[in-house]
């Protein structure tokens, strides 16, 4: 028999989660949250009924934790998952971040980066599995497999090197296209001009087995009179010229380990 | 009549003119370069002659000088170009690296990262033209505007913010990608797992007017348990730590200003 799944939170992996389920006809039972407006959206996302009362809790086999990290403890502390498993979603924190009285505990991380209302191809997102014991494992395993093609077991550690990679190619990417538009809006330029070339630096890349040997501009070239100029370029903002020293540096350095 | 245009060098900016130029059905008359086998395969290319000595540079209305930026004085010097019209392709030289000895100096500059054997659609990439004259400026622009829907004129300064735009964007994006690639092969773990998520990253920025409000991560969050495991993590790699630690106050000095 199908299990009967229930989704708290109301966050963009919490949507993303109930899109998956649904796209899998495996709709979740509830989506219990605290905040009654996103969690109403994310149900109807869902297309199951809202809840934010502890005590109606909906009855369910897996209950998976779609909160922020802060929030993990408190909420499944306060709440009653009886003998069923419950999984949070987070990168970073381990299985024993849920309450010791939750019974069978584990995690159920999805390497992707989600937009409230966007849509991703959830059977191209890697989730990773853990759980403090190996039937509770295998059911949230099974789960994961039903929504993605990618299913893969982990371990804390593991699943924290897999997160700081995260941060660095997804959240330090962005980044950098922040410095890239203020750069733009400085010089009094249109922001969309970098946009093909940012397209084509990432598709090269993800056609490539590795980005190693794509790397091109003025530090892999040790360019240094390119660098000279951009660093005088950059003199009266000290905050960019230490980004661009740095990661300079470190191309550089790259190029030598090669 | 149509302008004859010759390329000189054998490189990727190279190549990738040759091809917008043969495309736009205006084939150059002849690629001279130092390199005989690149310059074989650029002139296939571009379906015209190659040529490496001197004294046999094809006559033409407009050169395109596609070679590194230290070898614009010197190639410069050598060659005789007569009354035609001398353009550079870098990102960071003026128009004044070219010899004096040339009577007609500009710049056109394609903002965009080349790969040999690698096709772009050339109608989308920002060129930027410049000249030391009005005349030579609107002739270059003339020849840009049969390859690209995007013209500019810009000056050196612009060009060269430009150039330092282009570096954050995919020179040091590619960067993080090979950091990414590290910490996965360090963890035992396939690369491609973040294919998914870089791609995304990137699709979601080109969809959206600024990449500012897509910032996610534990830094944005001030997040300072989950920032506290991921450096502890990267202990034994202190140059992994000094980019985290600074692009991490950078997405939070950001966040403050906005």
Redesign the interface.
């Known amino acids: 028999m199908d299990k009967r799944i229930a989704v708290i939170g109301s966050g963009n992996v919490a949507e993303a989660l109930c899109r998956a389920l649904r796209e899998a006809s495996c709709p979740p039972v509830q989506v219990f949250a605290r905040n009654p407006l996103r969690g109403c959206i994310v149900a109807e996302t869902a297309g199951c009924p809202f809840e934010n009362e502890a005590e109606r809790l909906a009855e369910a086999d897996i209950y998976l934790l779609a909160v ?3 929030a993990i403890r408190e909420v499944s502390e306060r709440l009653d998952f009886g003998n069923a498993v419950v999984a949070h979603t987070s990168g ?1 924190c381990g299985s024993d971040e849920l309450s010791p009285k939750v019974r069978r505990r584990g995690v159920f991380y999805p ?3 989600f ?1 409230a209302g ?1 849509r ?2 959830f059977r ?3 989730l990773f599995v853990e759980a403090d014991d190996e039937k509770t494992r295998e059911e949230i395993g099974e789960l994961a497999r039903k929504l993605s093609d ?1 299913v ?1 077991s982990s371990d804390p ?2 699943r ?22 203020s ?2 809006r ?2 009094g ?1 249109d ?1 969309e ?10 598709a ?3 056609e490539s087995p ?3 040997p ?8 040790e ?1 240094l ?2 660098l000279e ?2 660093r005088e ?2 003199r009266d903002e000290p ?1 960019l010229l ?3 020293d ?2 300079t540096r ?2 550089i ?2 190029k030598k380990k090669k």
Chains 1, 2 share one sequence.
């Open positions: 922020s990290d802060r970073s390497l992707q980066t937009t966007r991703v191809n191209e997102v890697p990618t893969l550690v593991l924290r090197r897999l997160h700081v990679a995260a941060v660095f190619v997804c959240n330090f990417v962005n980044h950098l296209y922040v410095t890239g538009e750069i733009m400085e010089a330029l922001w001009i970098l946009k093909p070339l940012i397209r084509e630096t990432t090269k890349m993800l590795s980005p190693l794509l790397q091109t501009g003025p530090a892999v070239r360019d009179p390119t100029k951009h370029l950059l905050h230490e980004i661009y740095l990661l470190s191309i350095a790259s």
